[in-house]
């Protein structure tokens, strides 16, 4: 049976950071490209990051670049997501998800219909 725990989350103050984390189970985690998507209250679900089966490369929606790092350990079965100078409009609930790379391309995917499983979710709160 496939999980995706994640953990990590809160309540900061603006400018502040926090990390999550998603670990996998169930699922050769080597072989996932992961990304991590937010879904604001009366909002779609919208890609945020994401990171390659090989970690090699990373993709970030213009939102959150240069403010936040998406990050795999393969040894761990563990993809993090660092967010640093929050804000706000980063308030949600954010949803790592896995998609395998049967092929090896080594990209990231950004439309959220094409990943397989997902986590349970994490609020993230930033206060102003």
């Known amino acids: 049976q496939v999980q995706l725990v994640q953990s990590g989350g809160g309540l900061v103050q603006g400018g502040r950071s926090l990390r999550v984390s998603c670990i996998v189970f169930g699922r050769t985690f080597s072989t996932q490209a992961m990304g991590w998507f937010r879904q604001a209250p009366g909002k779609e679900r919208e890609f945020v990051a994401g990171i390659s089966y090989d970690g090699k490369t990373t993709y970030y929606a213009d939102s959150v670049k240069g403010r936040f790092t998406c990050s795999r350990d393969n040894a761990k079965n563990t993809v993090y997501l660092e967010m640093n100078s929050l804000k706000p409009e980063d308030t949600a609930d954010y949803y790592c998800?896995?998609?395998?790379?049967?092929?090896?391309?080594?990209?990231?995917?950004?439309?959220?219909?094409?990943?397989?499983?997902w986590g349970q979710g994490t609020q993230v709160t930033v206060s102003s």
């Open positions: 998800a896995s998609k395998d790379d049967f092929y090896r391309l080594g990209v990231v995917w950004t439309d959220r219909s094409l990943y397989e499983y």
